[in-house]
């Protein structure tokens, strides 16, 4: 067997790397109403009612919630859509958006 058959082949293709993910995450605040928060989470998130109240209430009493789990660029988009959705009636309603580990 000569040199260059022990040498390791190059690989074909790097394989493509997984997007990173972002969460969305909603914050409590003293204002909002609660049925509010509910609407918005299903208007932009598509929730059920249930998941709705389930996330505004695991919001309201800890402070904050993951909402849902995108790549940058929709997350970023649907927490803006839904803080100017708060803002638009005058609530300090806030979505902000954190990079996955
Ligand atoms: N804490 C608000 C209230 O008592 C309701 C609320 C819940 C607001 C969750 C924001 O992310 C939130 N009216």
Redesign the pocket.
Known sequence: MSDTDLKAKPRAKAQAERPRLYKVI?????????DF?VTVLKAVFRMTEGEALGV??T??RKGA?VVAVYTKEVAETKANQATEFGRSRGYP?TFTTEREE
């Open positions: 909603l914050l409590n605040d003293d204002f909002t109403p609660r928060v505004m209430l919001a309201h919630c309603l």
